[in-house]
């Protein structure tokens, strides 16, 4: 099975804005480079035959070895999320690099629960409305056209698109994705380990 990471190159000024303040860019940025890296690590950790990142910018130290990149290609989020799709061999599970704390583990059960449960699809909605995972037995590029995304209700009108396709879903454990200062700091104090938790708490001591 294929394993998808959406993510964009850590630069500062870039990457976790909402973060500003009490983040500095530069911190804001470490940050995410931090989410970034335990999530690849975590992926490269799971039982994934294979790990695609697809990537927004150039990777970097983060970047694990064994990892295959490809690029997101051009247009809104969901051309992209397609143009991700059409990378895969097989069943696949995609996430983003917003929940630091899916571990192996996490990612292991999801995929489990694809190919082993009754259901053609998976996707795990996320506590601000949106989803920090979907996964297909085969690739569906189609699924994403017409979903508005960064809103109180994607997660919910994804939902919706996959019935209105008449593709069976799962729903996988709902996760915290890491937007705001606070969710930095909740999810760092869920799952302390790593280097997500590590760069919180040095910003937190630091804006404290």
């Known amino acids: 099975m294929d394993l998808l990471v959406l993510a964009k190159e850590p630069v500062v000024g870039r990457v976790k804005t909402r973060l500003c303040p009490p983040c500095s860019p530069l911190e804001a940025a470490s940050i995410a480079e931090a989410a970034l890296a335990d999530t690849l690590e975590a992926a490269v950790a799971s039982g994934a035959d294979r790990v695609v990142v697809a990537l927004e910018g150039r990777p970097g130290a983060w970047c694990p070895m064994g990892v ?5 290609g051009d247009g809104d989020l969901a051309d992209r999320l397609a143009a991700t799709w059409r990378s895969t061999r097989g069943p696949a599970l995609q996430i983003g690099m917003d929940t630091p704390q899916a571990d192996a583990t996490i990612l292991d059960t999801a995929m489990a629960q694809l190919v082993c449960g009754a259901a053609d699809a998976v996707l795990g909605c996320a506590l601000d409305g949106g989803w920090w995972a979907i996964g297909f037995l085969e690739s569906r590029p189609d699924v994403f056209a ?4 960064s809103r ?6 994804q939902l919706a698109r996959l019935a209105e396709l008449g593709i069976a879903t799962g729903l996988l454990p709902t996760l915290r994705d890491v937007d705001t200062w606070s969710d930095a700091t909740a999810v760092a104090d869920a799952s302390p380990l790593g280097r997500f938790g590590a760069a919180v708490r040095r910003v ?5």
Do not use: L
């Open 146 to 149: 017409g979903v508005p995304t």
């Open 152 to 157: 109180a209700d994607t997660g919910g009108r």
């Open 68 to 72: 295959e990149i490809v690029d997101q």
């Open 204 to 208: 937190g001591s630091s804006v404290a």
